[in-house]
């Protein structure tokens, strides 16, 4: 990625999140409960169902640049659809924390729980995580949906991979070759050397010095046996070719090993090349505790409540030293995606956020940790305790999960936020291909360099020894 290319996604994410400071909430459907009514006073006479409102993205979001309020979320669907089944109003009461709350250490509670327990509400119109210490203070309906809560940081910086050429293989496979190379090396040096023994032969120029086959060195031929071998592997020539018939076969069969291996390589070369070099800060909750980074959590959320309630040494419980709290979405996304803080929360809230962003920018400037903190969080509508609203509501919620209407709703709320959930939408910046930049070769670049400096220094040397030899033989002449 160009500097250019990294400076403009970096100002239309701020411009994004300008946005959404601004209040205006792309991942929200536009569909608004203003008709139903809204009230800040729940001791009104309304017979209409009071029901509790929370952000709760993209389930439920509070527009409060209109008077009155104006509630959007694909859970206004789910709930249009059972009260007019049921041939009922409704309206929604704000509390002051417009979260789903948590039990207070003097045993109350604040936000929409606060509200159901004394009985300012009805139900809680949102997916609602629960927990035993909620299940005892209220009553939940079908499960609605089963999140997770996961952690998201700023997006990985992508660079170019110096040791993409090593890529096309496995260390195994690369230590197989190493071995093999060496086992064919020894076994031609051990035949070679014996036969040489076996059946010498004089050489051509007895005259000018040569010494028959058989009273060469081992070191010649050990010599000769290895550079054909890594020759063979590497595609180069060597002066010196297998003559013997057992030598042959081994040779042969060495030669169609390289073939083959060297095929597989360049095919894989160019894929290893084009991928780029991704390097994750953290991708569990362990991993974020052994860095230095702050952790944010939403104010009143569940895990907020988890971790004020974690058992002393406990890796929840180290979260306190770090924990930032707060219920300020924009300056959340900003801090988050400019990489100062990690945030942890349910992957809707993170699918809802990153379907605005990529909205808007086309681009994913945040990044989900492959391990999530929680799996399998039942979430669903809370009633006041004992409330018949339950068995009411119930039945045609049941119904609607069953036919995949909520699940359809929840769907089309973050339809391009799932994209930044995948690990190869890192390496497909924009829906793009990637383009090979200088930077990708340096590596083979430096194999190549360290090859000509080697080179460099053998033929350096064997000039060296020449012109000594030829300057002793002078002298003795």
């Not at 210490?133 to 997006?155: G, K, N």
């Not at 039945?395 to 036919?403: D, G, K, N, Q, S």
Request: hydrophobic share 45%.
């Amino acid at each position: 990625m160009t500097v250019a290319a990294t400076m403009n996604t970096a100002a239309t994410v701020t411009a994004a999140v300008a946005i959404v400071a601004i209040g205006m909430t792309a991942g929200a459907t536009d569909i608004t409960a203003a008709t139903t009514g809204m009230t800040a006073d729940p001791t009104n006479s309304s017979p209409c169902l009071k029901i509790c409102g929370v952000l709760n993205y993209p389930h439920l979001d509070v527009d409060n640049t209109t008077i009155p309020y104006t509630m959007r979320g694909s859970i206004i669907k789910v709930l249009d659809i059972v009260t007019t089944k049921l041939n009922m109003c409704y309206e929604w009461v704000l509390p002051d924390l417009l979260s789903s709350g948590y039990k207070l250490p003097n045993g109350s509670w604040d936000g929409a729980m606060g509200l159901l327990t004394r009985q300012k509400c009805e139900m809680i119109g949102t997916a609602v995580p629960v927990n035993h210490v909620r299940f005892q203070a209220a009553d939940f309906s079908t499960p609605l949906y089963m999140e997770y809560i996961v952690i998201a940081h700023q997006r990985p910086v992508i660079a170019a991979d110096l040791a993409g050429f090593v890529r096309p293989f496995t260390t195994f496979i690369w230590l197989f070759i190493l071995l093999t190379m060496i086992a064919v090396g020894v076994v031609i040096f051990f035949i070679e050397w014996e036969e040489s023994l076996l059946y010498p032969q004089q050489s051509d120029s007895e005259s000018d010095g040569g010494k028959s086959y058989g009273s060469v060195g081992p070191l010649t031929v050990a010599w000769t046996s290895c550079l054909w071998t890594l020759g063979a592997a590497i595609a180069h020539s060597s002066t010196w070719s297998p003559q013997r018939d057992s030598v042959r076969v081994l040779s042969g069969l060495w030669l169609l090993m390289s073939v083959i291996l060297g095929i597989v390589y360049r095919c894989n070369l160019k894929a290893m090349l084009i991928m780029p070099k991704i390097t994750y800060p953290f991708n569990s909750l362990e991993e974020l505790m052994q860095t230095d980074i702050p952790v944010y959590i939403p104010e009143g959320n569940l895990i907020h409540q988890f971790v004020i309630f974690a058992p002393p040494g406990s890796l929840l419980h180290k979260i306190n030293d770090r924990l930032i709290t707060h219920f300020d979405e924009p300056r959340a996304v900003r801090d988050t995606s400019g990489g100062i803080q990690a945030a942890i929360t349910t992957n809707s809230i993170m699918a809802h956020i990153l379907h605005t962003l990529f909205s808007m920018t086309n681009s994913c400037p945040m990044y989900i940790a492959s391990e999530p903190v929680f799996t399998a969080v039942s979430t669903g509508f809370a009633y006041a305790k004992g409330s018949p609203l339950r068995e009411t509501f119930d039945p045609i919620l049941r119904r609607l999960v069953e036919f995949g209407i909520v699940q359809h709703a929840y769907d089309n709320a973050v339809r391009n936020g799932t994209v930044c959930f995948k690990p190869e939408s890192f390496t497909r910046p924009n829906n793009s291909l990637r383009p090979l930049e200088l930077g990708d070769f340096y590596g083979v670049f430096a194999v190549y360099a360290g090859g000509m400096l080697l080179a460099s220094v053998v033929l350096l040397v064997e000039v060296t020894l020449k012109g000594r030899q030829r300057l002793q033989g002078n002298r003795g002449v």
